[in-house]
């Protein structure tokens, strides 16, 4: 006699093929389109900027120096960092009233939108279509760091919390390399093609659209906000399996506990996430580390990385392709997180990243002073070394942990909050960067990356006082650590 029974999808190492499909899906639909606006205006600047130049001339009868055009390029390539500052004004509210799904639903919707006048501007002969393409991209861009980590982490079990939280780095380098493949002279970075270039994204986005509908809104926000406690637990059988019933039941019991305490069961505001005493340390840890990943270096080596290159000796082709090859290096390296962040502490990997970080920048500076003063073949290469080994330093701490240590740090009634706020100081570290270092360039020369090797230096003396182990542990847990602000004790 034959027995045939049905069997659920196992579980290895706490991942189940449902959850495994979301964090793929998610990080496709989301973050892949934010780095992707980070990274592709880079290659087509001039083209763009001669179709610029051309539309001032005919459509408004307007002749424009170079500096004007220069400042006009300012402009449209800071409006998307503005829209990423409003979008997080708000993000924490959205991802609260409609929740983590929902939120990234609206930032889906934005992102088309964004896509479709990308594609139609040059058509149009619209700069307006342009500008208000990728304003609409960074508030897009805020609701996706404010809720993608917290969707994930909040659908995931507590094994995997630093698992998944890597996907949102992994999806922004991934986001920056697709960039640089799409705008290459030889696909879409052409005169007649740019514009499919700009919203190549979109197509990811609607792809991934289809199936978040599909996906469980997070337990969490379910049980803690929405307080529809059997959408929670069918949510939860969905994502761990039937045959993980009494897990199922005792994480609904964790929540039940968790909302019966004052902190979980009222919402927080800003004024009470910022008012709270208790908090005010956590807060200042992710909105130094969320900033700090900005002003570390990275976008500026990705926003004038063919300038660098140049300026380091290599030629205007050999610069491109390098150009590409750090993209994809910045995308392996990225892909070590999952395994890094589940094998080892939080605080040991952030330490070491800074301290990568700060070291290469210091070469960095150091080799291109003397490259410009003897032109020695071996400091060239040198130069291009330095940089990857900071981008490797980046992804071991800087580039991944920033993303999710709100969440491994706050309970569930102000993370939302506080995960706004980091995105807020990200924003403006990105503003920063993109304003201020072509200016430190142009004054400093080599040396325009010692304020950001100060930065990490500061990331790395935060991270060493102040910052509590959150590996193998609960946000009530770690709380206690950082109550008396800082004069708490990090064990």
């Known amino acids: 006699m034959v027995v045939v029974m049905h069997v659920t999808p196992p579980r290895v190492n706490g991942w189940t093929p449902l959850l495994l499909l979301i964090c793929l899906t998610v990080t496709l639909g989301t973050t892949v389109p934010v780095g992707y606006f980070f990274g592709v205006l880079n290659a087509p600047a001039e083209i763009i900027k001669k179709w610029c130049q051309d539309i001032l001339a005919t459509e408004y009868d307007t002749i424009v120096t170079a500096g004007q055009l220069d400042i006009l390029w300012t402009s449209i390539v800071s409006i998307y960092l503005i829209g990423g500052i409003c979008g997080s004004c708000f993000s924490a509210l959205l991802s609260d009233k409609y929740g983590r799904k929902g939120c990234l639903l609206i930032s889906g919707v934005l992102l088309v939108i964004s896509g479709i006048l990308f594609n139609w501007c040059r058509a149009a002969k619209s700069l307006e279509m342009l500008m208000t393409g990728r304003f609409l991209g960074g508030i897009a861009s805020a609701l996706i760091f404010t809720a993608q980590p917290m969707y994930l982490l909040e659908l995931a079990p507590s094994e995997l919390s630093g698992s998944v939280g890597v996907f949102t780095c992994i999806g922004v380098t991934g986001g920056i390399l697709l960039a640089q493949v799409f705008t290459l002279s030889h696909f879409l970075g052409s005169e007649r093609l740019w514009p499919y270039a700009l919203s190549f994204y979109s197509l990811l986005v609607v792809a991934s659209l289809l199936l978040l509908w599909w996906f469980p809104e997070s337990p969490r926000w379910l049980y803690l906000h929405k307080r529809d406690y059997a959408a929670s637990e069918r949510a939860l059988l969905r994502l761990r399996g039937k045959n993980a019933e009494e897990e199922v039941q005792q994480e609904l019991l964790e929540m039940k506990a968790a909302l019966e305490t004052k902190a979980s069961s009222e919402a927080s505001s800003l004024c009470s996430v910022l008012g709270d005493r208790e908090l005010r340390l956590p807060l200042l840890l992710v909105c130094s580390f969320q900033a700090t990943q900005q002003l570390s270096g990275i976008n500026a080596i990705f926003f004038y990385s063919l300038s660098i290159l140049t300026n380091a000796g290599f030629s205007a082709g050999a610069a491109t392709w390098l150009n590409l090859g750090i993209g994809g290096f910045n995308l392996c390296t990225s892909l070590l997180g999952p395994l890094l962040i589940r094998r080892f502490p939080r605080r040991p990997l952030m330490m070491i990243s800074c301290s990568i970080c700060a070291l290469a920048l210091l070469a960095m500076s150091l080799g291109l002073f003397f490259l410009e003063r003897s032109e020695s073949t071996v400091l060239t290469y040198f130069c291009a070394t330095f940089i990857l080994t900071f981008i490797l330093g980046f992804q071991l701490g800087l580039g991944p942990i920033a993303y999710f240590i709100g969440s491994e740090l706050l309970e569930d009634s102000p993370r939302p909050v506080a995960m706004s706020m980091g995105s807020l100081f990200s924003w403006i570290g990105n503003f920063l960067v993109g304003m201020c270092f072509p200016l430190l360039q142009s004054v400093w020369s080599s040396f325009a ?43």
């Open 449 to 491: 990356f010692i304020p950001c090797m100060c930065v990490c230096l500061y990331c790395l003396f935060l991270t060493w006082r102040f910052l509590p182990e959150t590996r193998g542990r609960e946000p009530k847990d770690v709380k206690p650590l950082m109550s008396q602000g800082l004069a708490s004790k990090r064990n």
